[in-house]
């Protein structure tokens, strides 16, 4: 939910019940006034009526309040002594309309000019607490449309204005990329809150690009630490093959060594690899024809797959072409042909596939179905191969992974991986 | 034949300087930016080896002074980098070859003779040991002055242990000059065995006076009879 439309339900709510409230206080105290008045009419009248009667020499009573609103009834002295002026709401029956009606009522006593005590009630024209009611109503409905709609406008304007920064902020973290160099600054705002998050955001983007940066540095630094005592090793050790007076076994010794040292060397350079391809250091994208690179691979092992007797078909039904980087297509094809070949078996045999949205590529082996979940992981290791690095995998993945491709593994008496363009 | 060998790690230094002595040339010595630049200004040199990462400097910017200076030395970049960039850049300013460390060292031999071959001016650029004579560009081997039919990759190996010779070069040395270095992972090298038996096998039909012989756990080397 928008935070416009969350602020906006929240006023709306809020609204309702003050209004709601203020609607029950508002009838209450306008019902009261209504009746002040009113009852300040009714002492008037009775003022007035007493004034007329107290000299009738025969007051007339009456019983019912007829079209002057008012009955006069003879009482005791005690009686009529002890009326104070008392005004009540009351139900009157009228039989003009032949139903009951609500209206204000006064009680008094008046003593006529012959000494005689009379109690007088008086009514006032109708009291319509319905009417009033629905009319009230109405008007508040329309108070609190009004309220509404300006609520929309305001809350419009006013959040759109008030978090115009916040979402310039927004725009520009998703404008960032920690692998792309200087760092700029977010837009100026003068709201308070805003320039603090915008500088606690800068720093927090500082500090990761500085991590960032030593980190990409150390891990070239680590590889090239690394990779020249690897080749004084490797070079000291070749030289030293190359002496007289060495026994076969002796070079055997001197070949492991060497041999091992390179394996070193691989997985130093597969590291470096795949940190990156994981820090998206390889930027440039163009159009994969993945006819010419499947064909020129194949045809690079060749020699190789001759000598292990190994049968490729390349079954080619559509060329695909996508847009990624050059190098990692390169590596991507590259890892998964070396794998069908490094773990097939002898007289086994591949097909490649290549279609419009992909290729797969399957191979025989002596090595049963694979843990599809965890194939890709780094230096999950299937094969006792010594010369696997446990890498060329998790490589695959890594480039499918920022290229935005699908690479995906299944089982069916051979080792199938699939390639593909379109979202699972 | 006089070779510099720009490099900040001493044991590398010594043993590259070492090797290139053992082949026969003259090799001078810098560890330093500014000892290399004093090097290159007073001196020519066939074949400059130079390691971009020195503690003073960038490799790359002598080689840009290098080229300011019009000079025609062939430039061999040394880098344990194995990054795109500065292969790039370093081919870019005039580097003759780039190779990233680790190498094997007939790697850098074959690499080393390959340049200065090329830099040549006078034309001669065939490849003589013996009776034979390799013709690099042209792709052609004679033996006694008749022809060897060779296929692409025994040509390839003919002349990376020609360049090696008497030297051990590794079964991986081998596959990674002719096959590329994608070849890497194969551990199992015995596939360079069938082309190297055929090129055996035509070296002694034609009566060359050079062999291969097979060191059992490491590779091939080059022999004259």
Redesign the interface.
């Known amino acids: 939910m928008k935070l416009i439309n969350h602020t906006l339900l929240f006023l709306s709510a809020i609204l309702f019940v003050t209004v709601s409230l203020w609607a029950i206080l508002f009838y209450y105290q306008f019902l009261n006034q209504v009746k002040i008045t009113i009852d300040e009419g009714l002492a008037n009248y009775k003022i007035v009526l007493i004034d007329n009667l107290k000299d009738d020499s025969v007051l007339v009573q009456k019983d019912v309040f007829l079209e002057n609103n008012f009955m006069v009834k003879g009482v005791s002295e005690n009686y009529a002594l002890q009326v104070r002026d008392s005004y009540k709401d009351t139900l009157i029956y009228s039989p003009l309309k032949n139903s009951d009606y609500r209206t204000r009522l006064l009680t008094t006593a008046f003593v006529a000019s012959d000494g005689k005590y009379y109690e007088m009630k008086l009514i006032s024209q109708e009291l319509d607490n319905g009417k009033l009611i629905e009319n009230l109503a109405t008007s508040l409905l329309w108070l609190y449309l009004f309220l509404f709609l300006s609520t929309i406008l305001i809350n419009n304007f006013v959040l759109k204005k008030t978090w115009q920064p916040f979402y310039q902020l927004l725009k520009y973290l998703d404008d960032f990329r920690l692998d792309k160099g200087a760092l700029r600054k977010p837009a100026e705002t003068k709201i308070k809150e805003f320039s603090m998050l915008n500088n606690s955001i800068l720093s927090l983007l500082k500090t990761n690009v500085n991590i960032y940066n030593s980190q990409k540095q150390f891990i070239e630094n680590a590889s090239h630490e690394m990779q020249t005592p690897l080749a004084i090793g490797i070079n000291k050790l070749e030289l030293l093959a190359g002496e007289k007076d060495l026994s076969p076994s002796h070079i055997q010794n001197i070949a492991d060594i060497i041999e091992s040292f390179q394996r070193l060397s691989g997985l130093n350079k597969s590291l470096l690899l795949l940190s990156k391809i994981e820090n998206k250091q390889f930027i440039s994208k163009e159009q994969i024809n993945f006819d010419e690179i499947v064909s020129r691979i194949l045809n690079d092992f060749s020699d190789y797959t001759e000598y292990r007797k190994i049968k490729i078909k390349y079954i080619k039904k559509e060329n695909w072409i996508f847009e990624m980087n050059r190098d990692l297509a390169d590596i991507l094809v590259m890892n998964l042909v070396k794998n069908a070949i490094f773990h097939n078996r002898q007289r086994g045999s591949i097909d490649l596939k290549l279609f419009s949205s992909g290729f797969s590529i399957e191979n025989t082996s002596a090595e049963p179905s694979l843990p599809a979940d965890r194939l890709f992981e780094r230096f999950n290791k299937h094969s006792k191969k010594k010369s696997s690095t446990g890498l060329g995998l998790a490589i695959v993945k890594a480039i499918a992974d920022v290229s935005g491709l699908n690479v995906t593994y299944s089982y069916n008496n051979r080792h199938i991986f699939s390639v593909s363009d379109q979202v699972q | 034949m006089k070779i510099l060998v720009i490099e900040d ?1 001493p ?2 230094m010594g ?1 590259l300087k ?2 290139l002595q053992d082949e026969g040339y003259v090799v001078e010595i810098a560890d330093t930016f500014n000892s290399g630049l004093n090097k290159i200004i007073a001196y020519e040199y066939d074949c400059i080896l130079l390691d971009i ?1 020195l503690p003073d400097g960038n490799g790359l910017e002598l080689l840009r002074q290098l080229k300011t200076m019009n000079k025609a030395d062939s430039v061999i970049i040394i880098s ?5 960039d500065d292969k790039v850049k370093g081919l870019d300013l005039g580097a003759d070859d780039y190779l ?7 790697e850098l031999n074959a690499r080393i003779k390959s340049v200065i071959r090329r830099n040549k001016a006078d034309g001669k650029k065939l490849l003589e040991l013996e009776n034979i004579k390799v013709n690099i560009e042209e792709r052609m081997v004679l033996v006694n002055n008749q022809s060897l039919d060779l296929n692409r ?1 025994e040509f390839d190996i003919l002349v990376f242990l020609m360049m090696n010779k ?3 070069a ?1 079964k ?2 081998i596959a990674e000059n002719i ?2 270095d ?7 090298f ?6 190297i038996k055929n090129l055996r096998k035509k070296l002694r039909d034609h009566n060359a006076n050079i062999d291969i012989n097979a ?5 091939y080397k080059l022999i004259i009879r």
């Open positions: 790690e044991e590398m043993l070492q090797f990462m344990a980098k194995d990054s795109l990233t460390k680790p190498f094997h060292i007939v990759k008497n030297r051990i590794s991986s040395a096959w590329g994608y070849i890497d992972q194969a551990n199992d015995d596939f360079i065995y069938s082309q060191v059992y756990g490491m590779g």
